[in-house]
């Protein structure tokens, strides 16, 4: 089943908080910049949520690369740099990320492992109770 399709009820932007998350930022990544996108939808008779975890290098890591940049400006400056790189070249206009081909969007997350950022994706489906849909 492609999660892509599913209509969002709402998107959360949070700080990432997942013991997983923790566990790496203590392992190796210490004082990193991190991000969750949480999207919940329903498909059919399912309910999704899909929940992708960033890990973009720290300040340290970034001043070791010799960069004065924040993290946060590391982070917007090279997703947009991997945007630009792989946008399609036949397509004109304004478009939201979704409406890239897919394999322009895969090429961007695979891209983005070279350049120190980790990604981790989680995707939970629930069937939809018949008390669910009253509420």
Do not use: C, W
Not at 51 to 56: G, V
Not at 82 to 92: G, N, Y
Not at 115 to 131: A, D, P
């Amino acid at each position: 089943m492609a999660v892509e399709t599913a209509a969002p009820d709402d998107v959360l932007l949070l700080p990432a908080v997942a013991s997983e998350l923790m566990a790496a930022l203590r392992a190796e990544l210490l004082l990193a910049f991190a991000a969750a996108v949480v999207v919940r939808g329903s498909k059919q008779e399912d309910r999704i949520e899909v929940r992708y975890d960033a890990i973009f290098p720290s300040l340290y890591q970034i001043r070791q690369r010799g960069l004065a940049l924040s993290p946060i400006s590391y982070a917007t400056a090279h997703m947009a740099a991997l945007f630009v790189k792989h946008f399609p070249r036949d397509l004109a206009g304004v478009f939201p990320p979704g409406a890239i081909p897919l394999e322009n969007r895969q090429a961007i997350l695979k891209d983005v492992q070279s350049r120190g950022i980790h990604i981790t994706t989680k995707v939970t489906r629930n069937k939809i109770l018949e008390e669910d849909e009253v509420e």
